[in-house]
């Protein structure tokens, strides 16, 4: 089994019949998960730019709509910015959600696409249930893993907080392999070499282009980044 760091979506990395676990610390993944843990029954993902009327039709007059414009705030007619520590505080029971970002959901839409054997969510919140779910497939469909970072400024730049991410992640799944035979790609590799040179993860969100850009916000955001794990494993189905 080999492990595969992708730090942005659109690298020439082959992905077709990998475990794809897809991370967007800042944003996607971490509020799909969030959603989740505040009881949606189910999360739509849509690309940048998707559109306000498809938006509500699949979530229905109940459901929740957010997506996000370049400078992060909601597009007319959304609900509410993607933003993890907003989302913490809804009430979601029995309600569906739809998610849409400029970098994490069209990266999650680009693995379905290159026909990935299955996508996992990661994020910081999730780190143990999504290795164990990436270890237990790949196992059992004899595959690879690939993690698939989102990056910023619609993917064209490499994000240090979901680099830092896919290095916990290829981490944990050492830790767990035990007996498995893993093989670590030079860009696996790389990804755990530069998250074992950081101090804690608040620092590396602090320090990164992304999270100074959100600086006005950071403190209170940390917490739902990081605080503790859900156990919730979020997928595309």
Same mark, same amino acid.
């Given at each position: ?44 993902? #849509? ?29 007319? #007619? ?25 970098? #994490? ?133």
């Amino acid at each position: 089994m080999k492990i595969k760091v992708a730090f942005l979506p659109y690298s020439p990395q082959a992905v077709a019949g990998d475990i794809c676990v897809v991370v967007d610390v800042i944003r996607a993944t971490t509020a799909i998960v969030t959603l989740l843990d505040a009881g949606s029954d189910r999360v739509f993902v #849509g690309g940048f730019g998707s559109d306000v009327i498809n938006a509500r039709a699949a979530v229905g007059e109940n459901g929740v709509i957010c997506a996000e414009q370049d400078d992060g705030s909601p597009p007319l #007619g959304f609900d509410h910015e993607p933003s993890p520590s907003l989302l913490a505080g809804l009430d979601l029971s029995g309600r569906f959600s739809m998610l849409a970002t400029t970098n #994490g959901t069209p990266a999650i839409l680009a693995a379905v696409r290159e026909d990935a054997a299955l996508i996992l969510l990661g994020s910081l919140r999730n780190l143990d249930a999504v290795a164990q779910r990436a270890l237990a497939e790949a196992s059992s469909r004899n595959a690879d893993i690939t993690i698939i970072c989102s990056g910023q400024l619609r993917n064209s730049r490499i994000a240090i907080e979901d680099s830092y991410c896919a290095g916990m992640i290829v981490s944990k799944i050492c830790e767990l392999a035990c007996h498995e035979t893993v093989e670590l790609e030079d860009s696996a590799s790389l990804a755990r070499g530069f998250t074992n040179s950081q101090n804690n993860a608040i620092t590396v969100l602090t320090s990164s282009m992304t999270g100074d850009a959100l600086s006005t916000m950071i403190d209170s955001m940390t917490s739902s980044f990081v605080r503790g794990s859900t156990n919730r494993l979020s997928f595309l189905l």
